[in-house]
Each structure stands twice: as C-alpha cells, then as structure tokens.
C-alpha cells in the first residue's frame, strides 16, 4: 500500500479512540498475547522444520525461500488491506476466524505429500497472520490504558516467544516423531480459537461503550509525515532481511559451518529468538519512558558491531551474538509502530497492517532472495553480506523529533 493513502485516509477516520481512559486491562492484554505466541509458533515452526522438509521432498534452498515466500507474501498483501478495512468498520470478532485459518495450514504441513500442498499450508498459515495482526494490534491499544508501548511491546513480546518456542519443539517433539506431529499443535491453535472469540466480544463491546470522534489531524506536515513514514519502513524493510536471514537459514549455517546436528542447530536458532522475545517487551517499556525515536537510534545502529563480527567467530562466541544481535534488534519493532501510529492519528489498524505486512512482504522476498544467493555462492556468504545491513540505520536522522510531533 502507498505511503500516500494513508495520508487520504486520515481525515475521514471517525471511530476507534487512541486512548482509554480506564486504565491498563491487562487480563485481555496478556489473552491477546498468549494468542499471538499460539499463531507465532505455528509460523516459527514451518521454518524450524525446514531441514526435515528439505531431507523429505529433497527441498533445494531456492524452494526452502519460496515456501517463506509463500507464508509471508500472502499476509503481506492482506494485511495493510485488512487493516485498512477494519479502521472503517472494526470487526474484532474476526479474530477466531484468523486463527482457523493457521489451524488449516497447521493440518496441511503436517500431512501434506506434495510440495505444492506444503505451500498452501504455508499460505493458510500467513492468512491466518493477516487476519489476526491488524485486529489484534488495535485490540492491544484499546486496553493499553495510554500505555501504547508496553502494550505494543507485550502483545509482541507473545509472537516473539512463540517464535522462540518454535524451533525447539520441533527439536524435541517433530523431529523425534516425524512430520505428522505437526498436527499436535492444531489442538494450540484450537484452543487460541476460543480464547479469540472471548477477546473478539470484549473489545466489541469495549468499541462500542467508548465509541467517539477521534482527531486525525496530522501532527506535521503531510511531506514530513510521507519522509518519515518512508524511513520507518526502510528501517523495517533492514530490520527483516536480516531477521530473515537468521529465522530461515541459520540452522543450515551451523550445520554447515559447525557441524551441528539438526537438535544442535535448532537450539542456536532459539537463542536468536528468545534474545528478540526480549528486546520486543523492552523496547517498547524504554519507549515509554524515553520516546520511540531513541529506542529505534540504539536498536538499528546499536547491533551494527555485532552483525559484523558473527560470521567471523566460533561455535561459542555465535551462540552469544546470536541472542545479543536478537535482543537489541528485536527492540526496534514495537518503537516502529507506536512512532508511526503517532503520526497518524486514528489509523491504529492501517499502521499495524502496513507494518507487519511489510515486515512479513519483505521478510519473504529477502528469504526467496537469499536462498538463491545461497545456492549460488555458499550459505556463509550469505551472512557476510547481511552483517552489513545494519548500516542503513544511520536513515534514522530523518525522522521528526518527538517533540516536533508532541508540539503539533
């Protein structure tokens, strides 16, 4: 979607407030987020799998970045979309249906014998993304109480840990007892399907009861808002090829350089993840009490030291950078967000369709692209290049000052 349609639709907003009144209510906090680390450990498991796909259907790595490709494309195009749709006319009790969808794919990875199957299951699961993110993002900041960070950065903080999860239950559960245990986890996702239908009937009724015009007004003017949107998504665009990179191939990359077996591989891929389920929840705390602008300053320059070291250590020393670079990465995100919802005003769904989409859209090319790369020139090579990424970091000195949008 263009950054300038946002811009069209800021003025006609007229529902959805950016602020509660009555306080943090952290029981559907916590609900959404345990849902968020339900649908994040079913996509974090088609990824943690990739070796068992790959040894099954004798999978090369291009075919291993067009199945990340599939899952994160279709929720890439359908995000911004839906997210646009629902700040019109808010539908949280969507929700259930977004988590059906991952149910199916769940089932389809798990029993599939064609690689096109594998790929529609991938799909079902990134429908299922699309669905749940831009909802559930406007659901977090109707009970954020004002506190939009931590509420952004606890929402995320349940994808990032599912994302975690993924790797080593497919370590000790899937691997162990083949593909078809996949399946055990659709009973998660059965259960995420419940606890979304109560979610989806408190935040309707919590809409309506507070239900009120809302002031779109941009804060700065329409380029600066168009300049710094840009930025941000720049900055996701970095941010993801590089999480891209780590979540898709570097398992292969300990395996190959290391010599890991696909438990040992798997355990690395988890410190990566576990260092981002904390950088998400602490971005979005220090964001509160700093300002997001700072936050995103230390989080894309900040982990440039570490990126370039990693591809030149040892088996130690890259299980510590991968949960440090993780960390300090991850804490960008919930930063994003609540930077660029603030600079539109009244557009929570739009903003949160936008940005996960683009974070899912481009973390699926890159993954495509890389694989080729892979293929072609050798996966530690793939990992030189992506250490320099960070750089693009240093973009962040074209964003408005927090107090320029404050004044506004």
């Given amino acids: 979607m263009r950054t300038g349609e946002i811009m069209g639709m800021a003025g006609s907003a007229t529902s959805t407030p950016t602020t509660n009144t009555t306080g943090t209510v952290w029981f559907v906090l916590t609900a959404i987020s345990l849902c968020h680390m339900i649908n994040d450990v079913m996509q974090s498991m088609l990824s943690a799998i990739y070796p068992l796909l790959q040894q099954e259907f004798s999978l090369s790595y291009a075919q291993i970045g067009i199945m990340t490709f599939a899952f994160q494309v279709t929720a890439s195009l359908l995000q911004p979309l839906i997210g646009m749709a629902t700040d019109r006319h808010p539908q949280p009790r969507s929700l259930p249906f977004g988590m059906a969808s991952t149910f199916c794919g769940v089932l389809l990875l798990a029993f599939a014998h064609q690689y096109w199957l594998l790929l529609a299951g991938a799909m079902l699961i990134g429908v299922g993304s699309a669905i749940f993110h831009p909802e559930s993002s406007r659901v977090a900041r109707l009970a954020s109480g004002g506190k939009f960070g931590t509420a952004q950065s606890l929402f995320q903080l ?19 007892l083949g593909r078809p245990a996949v399946a055990l986890f659709a009973i998660a996702a059965a259960v995420g399907v419940i606890v979304l239908g109560k979610v989806g009937a408190w935040a309707d009724g919590r809409r309506k009861a507070s239900a009120a015009a809302v002031d779109t007004a941009l ?17 996701v665009f970095t941010k993801n090829i590089y999480t891209a990179s780590m ?20 355990i690395m891929l988890f410190l990566f993840l ?24 230390f989080s894309i320059l900040g982990v440039l030291p570490f990126t370039l070291i990693l591809p030149h250590v040892g088996l130690e020393m890259t299980g510590v950078l991968a949960l440090v670079i993780g960390l300090i990465l991850a804490s960008a995100f919930p930063a994003i967000v609540v930077f660029a919802q603030e600079l539109v005003p009244g557009r929570t769904g739009t903003i949160a369709g936008l940005f996960f989409g683009f974070s899912f859209g481009m973390g699926g090319i890159a993954a495509a692209a890389l694989g080729v790369l892979a293929d072609a ?17 240093v973009l962040t000195i074209f964003l408005p000052r927090s107090r320029a949008m404050m004044a506004g």
Avoid: H
């Fill in 274 to 297: 576990v260092g981002m389920a904390g950088g998400v929840m602490l971005g979005g705390i220090v964001g509160d009490k700093v300002g997001p602008l700072k936050v995103i300053w």
């Fill in 377 to 393: 020139q050798g996966i530690e090579r793939v990992f030189l290049y992506c250490s320099f990424l960070p750089i693009l970091g």
């Fill in 247 to 266: 979540s898709s191939y570097f398992t292969f990359y300990t395996i190959e350089k290391f010599g890991l077996s696909t438990q040992g591989a798997q």
């Fill in 219 to 235: 804060k700065l003017p329409k380029g600066v808002v168009l300049r710094a949107i840009a930025v941000l998504a720049i900055l």
């Fill in 158 to 176: 349940g994808g990032n840990f599912g994302q975690s999860l993924g790797p080593l239950l497919a370590a000790f559960i899937v691997v162990p």
